[in-house]
Each structure stands twice: as C-alpha cells, then as structure tokens.
C-alpha cells in the first residue's frame, strides 16, 4: 500500500464515522434541549426565566453536540494511527 495514500476501504470508513458522529451529536444536543425544555414546562416557568432556560438548552445541547463530534472523530483518528 502506498504510505500517505487511503484506500478506498480507509476512505469508507472514515465516511461512516463521518456520519456517526454527527447523527450521534444531533441526537445528544436534542436529548440536551429536550430535558432542559421539560423541564421548564414542568415547573411552570414563565416569563423570561422561561426564554432564558430555552435560550440555556440550546446553548447546552450545541456544547454537548460538539462535544460528541470533536470525541468521537478524535477517538476514530487515534484508532486509525494505531492501525485498529
């Protein structure tokens, strides 16, 4: 195999955690967003606590989300160098 150069195999794989990793971020910042609105709506919160607790949980679930990403490919990219 050429050094420096991906096979097509390497290139497949590197596609789907691609894919992996922001299907997985998406679903953990709406979790995030998700608990933080119930929450809201479950005490009853009104007024601009209430826009400040939605305006929190989608800034909660889009740390979280990037999180995710940013792990999950260097994880993927640390495999990769090991040659697992």
Do not use: H, Y
């Not at 709406?30 to 608990?35: P, Q």
């Not at 005490?43 to 949980?57: E, I, L, R, T, W």
């Not at 740390?63 to 040659?83: H, I, K, N, P, S």
Request: charged residues 25%; without cysteine; aromatic residues 8%.
């Amino acid at each position: 195999m050429d050094m420096g150069r991906e096979s097509r195999w390497e290139k497949d794989a590197m596609t789907v955690e691609i894919v992996f990793a922001l299907v997985t971020a998406v679903a953990l910042a709406a979790a995030v967003f998700a608990v933080v609105v119930t929450l809201a709506l479950a005490f009853d919160v009104s007024g601009s606590a209430k826009k400040g607790m939605f305006v929190g949980g989608v800034l909660l679930g889009a740390t979280a989300g990037v999180w995710r990403l940013v792990r999950v490919l260097l994880r993927f990219d640390e495999q990769r160098r090991l040659g697992r």
